[in-house]
Structures are given as C-alpha cells and as structure tokens.
C-alpha cells in the first residue's frame, strides 16, 4: 500500500519547504535589487500567475491521480511520454549534488561564524572567511587540494538529507513542522532588526517602489520567469512525487494556492532582510544576483557592520546561517525524495534502501565539491542544468500535457474536491497548452542565444575551459537528455529475469 501524507498540513508544509529555498534568500533579493524593485515584483507576481501555478497544479494532480513519480506519471498520460518523467529525475539528481555541496557551504559558515565576535568593522577578514576555508582555486583544477572541513560539512549534510526522509512521510511530515517554520521566525528577527537600522527606508522603497523603465529590459523577464519556474520545484520530480502521496479527498486547488503564495511572501520578507540590513550598514548598491556571492561574501561584510558589538554581530551571524540550514535542509531531502519515489516505483524496490542508496552514491559523486576545483565545476554544472535541461524539460511536460493528452481531465481532477475556489478553464488551460510552453520555450532559445553570443560552446564563462565546458557541461547534459533511453536499457536488461513494466494507462487506473 503507497505512503500517504499524515495531515493536509503535512503535505503542505512539505511542498512550502521543497519550495522555498535558498534561492528565496539570496537570489530573489538580488535580482530585485538588480530590476528596479517593485518592477521586479511585478513581473515576478506575474509570472506566478499564469506559469508557475497552472504547472505546479499539473505535476501534483496528475501524479496524485496515477499514485506515480515523475516517470509514472507522465507514462500514465502517454506512454511515448515517459522519458518526459526521468528528465525531471535526472535534473534532481545533478542539483541535489551540487546543492548538497552549497547546503555544506552554509553549515561550515554557521560553525564559523563566531569568528564574526572579531571582526567588527573589519570586511576584508568576514568577506574571505568563506573562501579561505574551502581552498578555492577558482578554476576547474586543484583536484588534490581537499577542504577537510567543507568534507565533514558535506557527510554533516547528507546525513541530516537521509535522517529527514529514512521513513518517507512519516519523517517529512514531522521534519517540516520545524524547518519550514523555523526560517520565518529567523527572518522576522532579521527584519525586526533591519527596520531599526537607520537608513533601513531607503532599503524598503529600493524593493516595493517600481521603476517602470525596467520593464523595457528583457532580461528582467528572462530573470522573473525563471525564478518563479525555479523556486516551486517544478521539473525536478518533486511535486510529483509529493502529489502521489496525496489523500483522494485532498483539495488541490486551494492547497497549491498556498503553497505558491507562501513561496512568494516569504521571498518578499527575505528580501525585506537584505535590503534593509544592507541599506543599515550603507551597501545597498553592493547587492549581488549571485546567491553565492551574496551569501558567503557580501554579507559577511554586511554582518560586521551592523554594530559596534561583536557579540551582538556574531550572534546576528549565527541566526543568519542557521536560517539558511533550515532553507537548505528541506529543499534537499525534498529532491532526493523525488528521485528515490521514481526509482523505486518503476522498479518496485524498497523504498528506505533506495533512499539510502541514493544518498551514498551522490554523497560520494558530491566530494568533487569540496576540492580546489568545487566552486568552479558547480559553477559550470549549475549554469548547463537550470539554463537547458531545467527548462526543456519544463517544456516538454507541458507539451506532454497539453497536446498529448486530454487537459480537461487534468482540470477535472484538480477540481475534484474543491467547493470554495475552482481552477478556471480559462486560466488553466490556455496557460498548459499556449502560453506556458511559449513562454519557456522562449526563455531556452534566450539562453542558447546569449551562449551564442557569449563564445559558442563554451557556455558558463569565458575563464573556463573549453574541456571544463565539455566534461561538466555538455557531457552532463546528455546523460540527462539520453536518460530516459538509459532506463529502457535497464527494463530490456531486467525483462529477461521475469521484470514486468507498470503499464496502464490514465483510464485503466481508473
């Protein structure tokens, strides 16, 4: 019998914190600061609403009606449609590798970071605190030098990521009751304590009030769309996988209201910290779209500044980072979960010995993170991943979706059981068959164009080799292209030994 979620609340809390994440507190504030605030804002809540929730709304209705990860549940669909599904999975597996890493990175800093009770004033030390202690060369070599304690961070991470989810819901459920509450109330301290800095205004009228030029740069859009896509973890196989877990009488209608606007009020409060922290300390022009950047450089610089006190700095430090442990934690175990549901469905393999699997082998893959050559080669990866196969695959599920299947029985299942508020066919269905995949489509073709222009093959950054480029970017981007041709592999393999494919489709399940 499949897993259910133990509460309404559970389920919601968990897709909050798959959700919002570490890009809610870095990214979000810095591409605000970097388009015009308000304009910013506007375009962000925009795109919400006519891409960001319809696809949330698809991933988990069609997934809790077929009881199916990611594959499964486009398999359901159309059966050509599968590889759609391992797509997803694949981009969860490149980004919970390298996000493990980063997660590492916030946990090294939050055990660093009563080195901030010395350093008052002094923003050369807090600024290279970070890249000192995990031996950065800055380029894709320096294989051999090894950050022994980002290595002790890194095993720290993927031990809480596996203790979370051992047990699948059971452990979720109860996990995200104090991570996703957790980081709200550190956020409301920091802002508290923003809004008293002098100066803090200027902060607060940078973000909310529009500069409507803003709005004729078409990277703002570029930028806004992929944030919403980005930040409610779609085409990563985790809503899917989430869905499944549903209860028959859920309401999923209101519930991804929730989770969507949750998402963006507490982007809107991270930002609401960093701007008016920043404009406390007087580097408001300093804000940074890099999250890393952001996190691990500016920052700091900004904490030893906010008083006089080492203490008080030091502890405003402490309640920062951990802040982004609970963000980090929970986006984390939320991918692997994905991963782990579409694994063990498919194959019909225990759940808990999947998970741990998963979380050994990545675990393993993700020590290349903390060599000299880590930040370089997450660079790289990032940039191929949330650039192409993150988006294509965004693409093609809503292709799959609306041209290969029947999309009014999607918004028939989406409205089963809902009396206050129904999804409208003219919301819903325009946006899965037209203006999404439009949309997406538009925002790949930008990225190859500007790779184009940006020297050809070469694709995150001109200081980066042409075989970094190869090995990390585009060889990573056909294993998950030709993922999907992997598993077929591995089903044609495992036939001959009496393996047999879930193949029903949406009405035989029915």
Not at 132 to 153: E, R, Y
Request: glycine fraction near 8%; charged fraction near 15%.
């Amino acid at each position: 019998m499949r897993e259910k979620w133990s509460s309404r609340s559970a389920f919601i809390l968990a897709a909050i914190g798959s959700a919002v994440g570490l890009g809610n507190a870095w990214r979000f504030p810095g591409l605000a600061a970097k388009y015009g605030g308000g304009a910013f804002l506007f375009v962000y809540l925009l795109a919400m609403l006519v891409i960001g929730i319809p696809l949330l709304m698809m991933e988990i209705s069609v997934s809790r009606y077929t009881r199916q990860g990611a594959p499964g549940s486009m398999r359901a669909m159309n059966k050509k449609t599968e590889g759609i599904g391992w797509l997803a999975v694949s981009n969860g597996i490149g980004i919970s590798i390298y996000y493990a890493a980063v997660f590492a990175w916030v946990i090294l800093m939050f055990f660093m970071s009563f080195k901030f009770a010395k350093m008052t004033g002094d923003t050369d030390a807090a600024s290279s605190l970070w890249a000192n202690t995990i031996k950065t060369t800055g380029t894709t070599s320096g294989f051999t030098t090894i950050s022994w304690p980002v290595l002790g961070c890194l095993l720290l991470a993927w031990a809480f990521a596996y203790f979370c989810i051992r047990n699948g819901t059971t452990t979720v459920g109860k996990v995200v009751k104090f991570t996703v509450s957790l980081p709200v109330i550190c956020l409301v301290i920091m802002a508290v304590r923003g809004m008293m800095m002098p100066g803090a205004m200027s902060g607060i009228a940078k973000l909310f009030i529009p500069k409507w030029s803003a709005l004729g740069d078409s990277n703002l859009w570029v930028d806004a769309v992929g944030q919403v896509f980005y930040s409610l973890s779609t085409s990563m196989a985790i809503m899917f996988a989430y869905g499944s877990f549903l209860d028959e009488k859920s309401n999923i209608a209101v519930d991804t209201l929730i989770i969507a606007f949750s998402d963006m009020l507490i982007s809107v409060l991270a930002g609401v910290v960093m701007f008016t922290t920043m404009a406390g300390v007087g580097m408001l022009d300093n804000m940074s779209a890099s999250g890393i950047a952001t996190a691990f450089i500016i920052y700091p610089q900004a904490i030893v500044k906010i008083s006089d006190s080492g203490i008080f700095n030091m502890i405003f430090a402490f309640i920062f980072y951990f802040c982004l442990i609970t963000l980090a934690i929970d986006s984390l175990f939320s991918i692997i979960e994905g991963v782990s549901t579409a694994i063990s469905d498919k194959f019909h393999l225990n759940k808990k010995k999947t998970t741990l699997t998963i979380c050994i082998v990545e675990g393993l893959i993700s020590m290349i993170y903390v060599t000299g050559a880590g930040l370089a080669i997450l660079d790289i990866v990032d940039y191929f991943i949330n650039s192409y196969t993150l988006i294509l695959t965004g693409v093609l599920e809503m292709i799959a979706a609306g041209w290969f299947f029947k999309t009014t029985k999607i918004l028939d299942e989406l409205n089963r059981n809902t009396k206050t508020f129904k999804m409208p066919k003219w919301w819903f269905l325009p946006s899965i068959k037209f203006i999404s995949p439009v949309v997406l489509l538009g925002l790949f073709v930008w990225n190859l164009v500007n790779l184009i222009k940006s020297g050809g093959i070469y694709g995150a950054a001109d200081n980066y080799s042409l075989r970094a480029n190869i090995i990390f970017g585009w060889v990573l981007v056909a294993l998950i292209l030709c993922s999907g041709l992997i598993v077929k592999l591995i089903v044609k393999v495992k036939s001959s030994s009496g393996y047999k494919e879930d193949d029903r489709t949406w009405d035989q399940l029915s």
